[in-house]
């Protein structure tokens, strides 16, 4: 692990303006380490001598006052620090994820991301509160110190300067010893965090089929595993604390001696004796506990680094899904992947561009070629297995596909999917709120009338917009939740009609009346210019239908 990853500087300005503040902190600390030490002394020399030393104790009451004002001070910077660094990584984090796409974070442990924004993060509080102004501390007042102390009495400044290496070679060689434990222990973590987020969502399913106990005891395995990763790295910790603390205390008792021994022969005065001696523990300090808090600050770090992996895959400028076709751009210089909300007004008709889809094949499946056109319905219609979901899932960037796919003569992957497709899947994909932020679910300024007629269209005119819904929109029927995820896909369709609706399998839940009715919906908005992709195995959606792409099961 590097001392200080580059990287945090360039993703999290609040590290950099950390980083200044430590090293102004650190340079008043060693100043006042140093008066500390040369007042006490005097005090201590004084004394002995018979003078009066009221004025050295209270300029050391004052020194001492300064340098726990600046310890708190320090602590309290190193706290903002963590906080808004978190809330930048996270936010870069969001942002990344964003850019990389549905297809890049389907292939992702997406509990484990969770873990590492949430949990992981939160850990860089140890980090930066504890563990940076140490290191700062080693790079400013360690060498000052010593020379402070080489300058007084060589002999002592010599004994500091040959053992202090050692200090940082054992700290490098258990180091090395205790990373791979550390991120074993990381990576249990998010394990552990993915096997109880899937069994929790999955748990009336185990219950009916009897093992739910089972599952119990899988997390309750995992769970030891994280109990003993994490003692074997406090063992290291502990390791690494008595190895420093043995070390320092040897080269500050080597110092203690030599001092001793020529202050007995009358080589060395009391006064610069002390003094020396009592730089020396101050000298050794900042980089004992520089080993110290590394194990501290290890979860946060782990964590940062899988940030930085995200960040870095985005930062290539790489497209959100690696297809084998080409991508393309508008124009030279043009981003991979657009972010505007709405498709660029060059690429706009009346009501929007055409969809072409030639010779696209996702996996084995067999290829499919189509044009959707403003002001028609096309129904996509085969067997299961036969590619109708995933070929959806393609054109929203959410799987790996080849052949091509354009959109207002413009390659879907040189496009956003927010920025040309309003879509339902299968699954509601409900959050926790009402029901209306789930139907305006991304747009800023949502608008209440829009919501009402988009759940009117969607056969939903029954359910409340305010009504509040629980975890994975819990409190609604399994038809009410389809028809509030058709809903919010029409509510985007409307807020710009440039927009493909795509609906996959819209009336699954429903009864024959009600799907009757949607039916009908989705034939106006044909009319009035809507692009529409329909996914469904009823015969019934025939009957609105523009053109059927039948799909085929590969032989």
Known sequence: MKPVDPRLLRYAGAARGFLAASAVIGVIQTAVTIAFAWLLTDAITGAIAGRDVTSSLIWLLVAALLRGLLIAASDAAGTRAAAKTGMQLRSALVKAVGKLGPGWLAQRNQTALAVTAGHGLEALDAYFARYIPQLVLTVIATPVLVAVMWWQDWPSGLTAVITLPLIPLFLILIGMATRTVQTRQWQTLQRLAARFADTVQGLSTLRLFGRDRRAADRIEVTAEEYRRETMKVLRFSFLSGFAMELLASIAVALIAVSVGFRLLSGDLTLEVGLFVLLLAPEAFLPIRQVGVQFHAASEGVAATE???????AAGE????????????SSGPGDPVRRTAEHVPPELRTENGGELIVEELRVRDLPPVSFAAAPGTITVIEGPSGSGKSSLLAALRGAVEFEGTASYA????????????????????????????????????????????????DACAEAIDPTLELGVQGAGLSGGQAQRVAVARALYRQASASDRVLALDEPSSALDGETEDRLWRSLREKADAGATILLVSHRRTAREIADQIVTLGVSA
Not at 306 to 312: I, P, Q
Not at 317 to 326: D, F, L, T
């Open 306 to 312: 899988d940030v930085f992996a995200v960040l870095d």
């Open 317 to 328: 400028g790489a497209p959100a899904v690696h297809n084998s076709g080409q991508p393309s």
């Open 409 to 456: 003569g413009t390659d879907l992957r040189g496009l956003a999917p927010s920025a040309w497709l309003a879509w339902a899947g299968q699954a509601p994909g409900l959050t926790r709120g009402t029901v209306a932020a789930n139907v305006t679910l991304g747009d800023p300024e949502p608008d209440t009338g829009r919501v009402r007629t988009a759940l009117d």
